[in-house]
């Protein structure tokens, strides 16, 4: 089965800041990946899919890329509501889905 | 409104058994693929199942392969995860979730969980 991995696991930062986060798959997943974000208490809500396109409704200021088993989620200029864990996951049609460990993006 | 309604949940002995139900309602269900995700405590996303739009594909996460069944009544728009032979790490909130774009890949609508709890 495929294996996320996210990195870091916890980021400080400042509203405004750029903030990346990244992901990798133990094999090449091409761009089957998607991102999402979570508020404690909450269900996770999609922001990313297919590696790179925004989900509707989903700012602007977020945007993903990559594709084989390296990708990246950024946020241009984080705003307060941004502050949550983000969860990259995969797709193989022939194996298992399968979600990264997380990432806490906390103010700094 | 689309929306995913869990129930089923509760508390349950190590190696009993435990129906969850999620009602959905607001979109074409017998066109989408479905999954089940779970959180146990304090801990990150699970991906537990998937299930294709005619019910007759299946995919499981090792974890729980054997011991679970996902299944739909795409009359009732209904789907359905069988649990069996629960063990104490298979408790977590357990989320009944669409597929976005109807091939499995990611997950776009979620319902607000059903908590599940193994312990004697």
């Known amino acids: 089965d495929i294996q996320m991995t996210q990195s870091p696991s916890t980021l400080s930062a400042s509203v405004g800041d750029r903030v990346t986060i990244t992901c990798r798959a133990s094999?090449?997943?091409?761009?089957?990946l998607a991102w999402y974000q979570q508020k404690p208490g909450k269900a996770p809500k999609l922001l990313i899919y297919?590696?790179?396109s925004l989900e509707s409704g989903v700012p602007s200021r977020f945007s993903g890329s990559g594709s084989g088993t390296e990708f990246t989620l950024t946020i241009s200029s984080l705003q307060p509501d941004d502050f949550a864990t983000y969860y990259c996951?995969?797709?193989?049609?022939?194996?298992?889905?399968?979600f990264g460990q997380g990432t806490k993006l906390e103010i700094k | 409104e689309v929306q995913l309604v869990e129930s089923g949940g509760g508390l349950v002995q190590p190696g009993g058994s435990l129906r969850l139900s999620c009602a959905a309602s607001?979109?074409?269900?017998?066109?989408?693929?479905m999954h089940w995700v779970r959180q146990a405590p304090g801990k990150g996303l699970v991906w537990v199942s998937r299930?294709?739009?005619?019910?007759?594909?299946?995919t499981y996460a090792d974890s729980v392969k054997g011991r679970f069944t996902i299944s739909r009544d795409n009359a009732k728009n209904t789907l359905y995860l069988q649990m069996n032979s629960l063990r104490a790490e298979d408790t977590a909130v357990y989320y009944c979730?669409?597929?976005?774009?109807?091939?499995?890949?990611?997950?776009?609508?979620w319902g607000k969980g059903t908590t599940v709890t193994v312990s004697s």
């Open positions: 979730v669409r597929d976005g774009r109807r091939d499995g890949s990611d997950m776009d609508v």
């Open positions: 607001g979109f074409t269900f017998s066109s989408y693929w």
């Open positions: 299930i294709n739009s005619d019910g007759r594909s299946t």
């Open positions: 094999q090449s997943i091409s761009s089957w």
């Open positions: 297919k590696a790179s």
């Open positions: 996951q995969q797709y193989n049609s022939f194996s298992p889905n399968s």
